[in-house]
């Protein structure tokens, strides 16, 4: 994958995430610095975290304001334009869903460039990927989203796996780039046109006993 294509890529899905954060705060009805935070924790929360856990100091926004200028020109034109936005959700799955799989393979690779080992470099990839959402989800006062039914983080976790597998088999970057992106975007597509969901199990209240003492 030709290096400035994999940026492109890498925008695209910080404006998606962007896009998604500040209408999630606009649903919520947030001040206009409530939509700024929540759009912001949204883009960048998964890999601030990231780099928090492998100590990588200062976080990358941190280093590249570029960042903090795109998302807020992203925030901006979704409270201009949020009525038309709220109708392009077809363009802003797929591009959160790019994202998800772009996000991935960073956070993938930041493990292995630091020498971690396999599994912990997958649990980043997902980190990556997903904790923006949890973040967010979190501050709106919701159950976050991969904590329920929705296969996302799944996807994250497979990709990241695939990542790994053909690093190790010394496959090209290019290829294992393209090859990880294609797996997560693909589960995605998949799960959400089929509606696949993983099983969730409930109790009631009252089934939840105290102890006798």
């Known amino acids: 994958m030709d290096i400035s294509l994999f940026s492109t890529f890498d925008v695209l899905g910080t404006i998606a995430f962007a896009i998604s954060g500040a209408l ?22 998964g890999g601030t975290v990231r780099d928090i856990l492998i100590g990588n100091n200062p976080v990358m926004w941190m280093e ?22 709220n109708h392009l959700k077809t363009s802003l799955f797929l591009f959160d869903t790019i994202g998800l799989g772009v996000f991935t393979i960073t956070g993938v690779e930041a493990g292995i460039s630091n ?10 990839g997902a ?19 991969i904590f329920r039914k929705e296969i996302y983080a799944t996807a994250c976790l497979i990709g990241a796996l695939g990542y790994v597998i053909l690093y190790n088999l010394n496959v ?23 509606k696949i969901a993983l099983p969730s199990f409930t109790m ?10």
Do not use: Q, W
């Open 24 to 45: 999630a705060a606009m649903t919520r009805k947030l001040d206009l610095f409530g939509i700024f935070i929540i759009a912001f924790v949204t883009a960048i929360g």
């Open 64 to 85: 590249n304001t570029f960042y903090i200028y795109l998302i807020s020109v992203v925030t901006f034109l979704t409270i201009v334009f949020r009525h038309k936005i």
């Open 115 to 124: 020498g971690l080992s396999p599994i912990i470099s997958i649990a980043l």
């Open 127 to 145: 980190i990556t990927g997903t904790f923006g959402g949890v973040i967010r989800d979190i501050l709106c006062n919701e159950i976050p989203v």
């Open 172 to 194: 090209d970057n290019d290829v294992i780039y393209v090859v990880t992106s294609l797996i997560v975007i693909s589960i995605r597509l998949v799960v959400v046109k089929f």
């Open 204 to 213: 009631e209240p009252d089934d939840i006993k105290p102890p006798n003492i």
